[in-house]
């Protein structure tokens, strides 16, 4: 553990690097007319990758970033699905044929609040208007408090093979915090049946730098999810943003443990993981060693985007649903935010996108040089100058922050070839950030570097 690193720049707010550049750069001046353009363009033979995102939860966790809201309703549930296969239709349309599609993601909010037959009506109509090859990945996000018996048969019926749950805490003081009960019982009852559904691939969602946790509460929540025996584990660092998002004001601050012991938390986690035989992958995954992520990580394989670390090699990714984000070859393209504001335009028969981002050859340079860091922790700069036509010496945007970098220990430089050092790991967006040219000094709406 390097807790001096931790105090030095654990305070640092900076993107997680899920795309470059990051969604606060996405303007207004790219328009539906642009994103028809973009996917016309589009390869017949090439794959892509769908996002569904479902903006909707029964109750708040206050810890929450996401892009959602609460409702006991069912009826604004059932309009927005309408809503997204009718968008499904408008861009299968304008692609003028059945795209094949490797992946296709749910994201929330909480996917799994549709009722089985809404969810299997989307389905069914994604796959009557792309091509969704046999051996897709379909994974879906689940809060496994309300994961019901049909729920989870439809999972199986509809031919989902990944699951995330999302964990967070067993610890009931954590728990309290952040406005998230949540048992072991029921998440295991949640586990049991998706397996008898046919969903065998699991992966759990894991937070530190909660209110009131402890090293001791991390230790005790990874051991009760070993008893599961999942494929793989996420472990992020809360992001605490208040002025970002309201609802996090309802989180006492003062309860908060500080970048060292965040750090801590962190490394705990990790060493626990690693000891009961999972992979580190990237800097906040971990896989068994025979599961995709954990090969294409060894495999120099490993991709990085709006969801994490993926082993998807589609270089397009279509978003569905309000906020969305989608990428394109020529650049991104962001839906309206407001589910509101979503269903307007689709109602219009229109495309929802609201913002996007054209990509330069500058940004597509150091877009793959942080992607890099960020997945193998190492980056060949001299290589990836050359095939870009780049002076190396232009790659970095901030020398004297990699000159500290390096006086620190935190990074390594042999014959152009940057690698973080042993024990750094942690601060792989600290190291990316010294190539980002469009990072602003603020870091309002970042999270904490550790």
């Known amino acids: 553990m390097r807790p001096d690193l931790a105090q030095a720049y654990g305070q640092h707010r900076l993107p997680r690097y899920t795309s470059y550049p990051t969604a606060p750069h996405f303007s207004a001046s790219i328009c539906e007319s642009d994103y028809q353009t973009w996917l016309k363009s589009l390869g017949a033979q090439q794959s892509a990758s769908i996002y569904v995102h479902v903006p909707f939860c029964r109750r708040m966790c206050w810890y929450c970033g996401c892009h959602t809201s609460v409702t006991k309703r069912q009826e604004p549930i059932s ?9 499904a239709y408008l861009v299968a349309e304008t692609l003028g044929r059945r795209q094949p599609i490797s992946h296709i993601h749910f994201g929330g909010g909480t996917p799994t609040i549709m009722t089985p037959e809404t969810f299997a009506d989307l389905v069914g109509l994604l796959r009557h208007s ?4 046999p051996d897709a990945e379909i994974a879906v996000e689940i809060d496994p408090r309300m994961l019901s018996e049909p729920m989870a048969e439809a999972l199986g019926y509809c031919g989902v093979n990944r699951v995330s749950l999302g964990v967070q805490s067993f610890d009931p003081v954590v728990q ?7 048992s072991f019982g029921q998440t ?35 051991a009760r999810c070993l008893e599961l025996h999942p494929d ?35 490394e705990t986690i990790t060493e626990a993981l690693v000891d009961a035989g999972y992979v580190r992958v990237g800097i906040d995954h971990f896989a068994l060693p025979d599961d995709n992520l954990a090969l294409a990580s060894q495999e120099g394989r490993l991709r990085r985007n709006f969801q994490g ?10 978003g569905l649903g309000a906020s969305a984000i989608g990428r394109m070859q020529q650049g991104f393209v962001a839906n309206a935010v407001q589910t509101k504001d979503y269903l307007a335009r689709i109602s219009e028969d229109r495309l929802a996108i ?9 940004d597509r340079f150091h877009a793959e040089i942080i992607e890099r860091i960020m997945c193998d922790l190492t980056v060949d ?3 990836t100058s050359r095939r870009y036509g780049r002076d190396p010496s232009l790659a970095v945007v901030d020398r004297s922050r990699l000159d500290g970098l390096i006086a620190d220990g935190v990074v390594v430089m042999d014959d152009g070839r940057l690698s973080i050092a042993g024990g750094a790991e942690f601060l792989a967006r600290s190291v990316a950030s010294i190539f980002d040219a469009h990072l602003t000094r603020t870091g309002a709406t970042h999270s904490l570097a550790v």
């Open 232 to 266: 793989r584990f996420s472990a992020f660092g809360y992001a605490h943003i208040p002025s970002f998002k309201k609802h996090q004001c309802l989180i006492d601050a003062s309860t908060l443990p500080d970048s060292v012991a965040r750090h801590v938390q962190s």
């Open 309 to 318: 670390y993926t082993d998807d090699s589609a270089d397009t990714l279509i």
């Open 381 to 383: 700069l001299w290589e």
């Open 176 to 182: 309290q915090g952040i406005n998230r009960l949540q």
């Open 354 to 362: 609201a913002k996007g981002y054209l990509l330069t050859d500058d």
């Open 79 to 87: 309009f927005y699905a309408a809503g997204l296969r009718t968008e």
């Open 188 to 222: 295991a009852t949640s586990v049991d049946r998706l397996r008898r559904a046919g969903v065998e691939r699991i992966n759990f969602d894991l937070l530190y730098g909660l209110p009131r946790q402890t090293v001791a509460s991390c230790l005790d929540t990874v």
């Open 130 to 133: 792309f091509a969704v090859l």
